[in-house]
């Protein structure tokens, strides 16, 4: 476990020096991403105990997004002066990605002619 | 001994141990009621332990940031899970190459109504420019939708939380959703929630199946990548 926590924060922390050395808009995480992603195509797979601690991680991805939700309580009276257009913009523009997404991709799946082995 | 409870609590309060304990411990009383809803989305585990935390710091006139030195740790960890999400990205190779074109296409157009249809909707209702400019990278993962926000002029702070609302909104509203519009591909449900609602929706999708939360967190990637890439050319544009 302490092996596959180890490559995860030596990922994440090549994606930061990259960003911050070329000064890129992504954060340091997401080309981290990119880079095990590179690195497992490269590798063939990861290690089953890079697996588990991921899937361990990932689990509770949910958990990690509670402080800075918590955060909110910074910004009660923007939130309070500006909640309709805040609330409707949320709701309806949320909604509508996901619809309009889901759509355009099923649509295009069926247009676009796929390989035989997935017929 | 009850005298002393405010000069306990001052102590503790002033050590990372009481906000990094009271957040796991919100998140799995959270949890249990998600299961006792039998797993409903709109009991959806974050909103519920955000709301405790909420209602417990706001009682005890704990402020923000004392609450913060403690979770910090657990924020924290957002770094290593977003390199993690290449472990499931990586499980579904084969059908993200057959599918490349297709999802491109899904990815451009989502991006760009994510962000656009919020600007527009605020500002037709009256939200301040401000605000405007904090909602559109609503879509997008928080660390990245706070350096958005900075670089086209929103408020970072109010942008990470408006990307929770809009993450939570969206794991609520994806099952009502698919089920009025018959979407039924694993992959299409997880990746239209992933550039929707980022790493939130990638959590609710994770929980219908792995296929679902792989694509969600390529479409949750590619989605900060994408919209990094794009506001800060169209916004200026936009907002003029």
Redesign the interface.
Do not use: N
């Given at each position: 476990m302490i092996g596959a926590?180890t490559l995860?924060?030596v990922?994440?922390l090549l994606?930061e020096v990259l960003a911050q050395g070329f000064g890129l808009?992504?954060?340091?995480?997401?080309i981290?991403?990119?880079l095990?992603?590179a690195a497992?195509?490269w590798r063939g797979?990861?290690s089953p105990e890079?697996?588990n601690?991921?899937?361990g991680?990932?689990?509770?991805?949910?958990?990690?997004?509670?402080?800075?939700?918590?955060?909110?309580?910074?910004?009660f009276q923007?939130?309070s002066d500006?909640w309709?257009?805040?609330l409707?913009?949320?709701?309806?523009?949320?909604?509508?990605?996901?619809?309009?997404?889901?759509?355009?991709?099923?649509w295009?799946?069926r247009?676009?002619p796929?390989?035989k082995e997935?017929a | 001994m009850t005298p002393r409870l405010g000069e306990i609590w001052v102590y503790l309060a002033a050590s990372p141990l009481l906000g990094l304990t009271m957040?796991?411990l919100?998140?799995q009383g959270a949890c249990y009621l998600n299961r006792r809803c039998g797993g409903h989305p709109l009991a959806n585990?974050?909103l519920l332990?955000?709301a405790a935390?909420?209602a417990l710091?706001?009682f005890t006139a704990t402020p923000?940031q004392t609450?913060?030195d403690g979770?910090?740790f657990?924020?924290f960890?957002?770094?290593?899970?977003?390199?993690?999400?290449?472990?499931?990205?990586?499980a579904q190779?084969g059908?993200l190459k057959?599918?490349a074109?297709?999802?491109f296409?899904?990815l451009l157009?989502?991006s760009l109504?994510?962000a656009l249809?919020?600007?527009a909707?605020?500002g037709?209702?009256?939200?301040?420019q401000a605000?405007q400019l904090s909602?559109a990278p609503?879509?997008v993962?928080?660390?990245?939708a706070m350096?958005?926000a900075e670089?086209i002029g929103g408020l970072p702070?109010?942008t990470?939380?408006?990307v929770?609302?809009?993450?939570?909104?969206?794991a609520m509203?994806?099952r009502f959703?698919?089920r009025a519009?018959k979407?039924e591909?694993d992959a299409?449900?997880g990746?239209?929630?992933g550039?929707?609602?980022h790493?939130?929706g990638?959590?609710r999708a994770?929980q219908d199946s792995e296929q679902a939360?792989a694509f969600a967190a390529l479409a949750m990637?590619l989605n900060?990548?994408m919209t990094?890439?794009l506001l800060?050319v169209v916004m200026p544009w936009v907002i003029g």
């Open positions: 926590i995860l924060l990922f994440q994606g808009p992504i954060p340091g995480p997401v981290g991403m990119a095990l992603f497992l195509i797979g990861p890079l697996r601690t991921a899937q991680l990932l689990q509770h991805l949910s958990l990690l997004f509670v402080p800075a939700g918590t955060g909110v309580m910074l910004h923007r939130l500006e309709l257009p805040l409707v913009s949320l709701l309806v523009s949320t909604a509508l990605t996901i619809a309009l997404t889901a759509l355009l991709l099923r295009l799946l247009a676009v796929r390989s997935d | 957040t796991l919100a998140y585990p974050v332990a955000v935390l909420v710091l706001w923000y609450y913060f979770a910090q657990v924020h960890l957002l770094g290593p899970a977003t390199v993690a999400l290449a472990i499931p990205l990586h190779l059908r057959r599918m074109l297709p999802l296409g899904a157009v989502g109504t994510a249809s919020a600007v909707i605020g037709l209702l009256g939200a301040s605000t909602l609503k879509s993962t928080t660390p990245i350096g958005i670089s702070s109010l990470a939380v408006l929770i609302a809009t993450g939570i909104l969206g509203a994806a959703i698919y519009l979407i591909d299409v449900r990746f239209a929630l550039i929707a609602s790493g939130i990638t959590a994770f939360g990637g900060g990548l990094a890439l800060p």
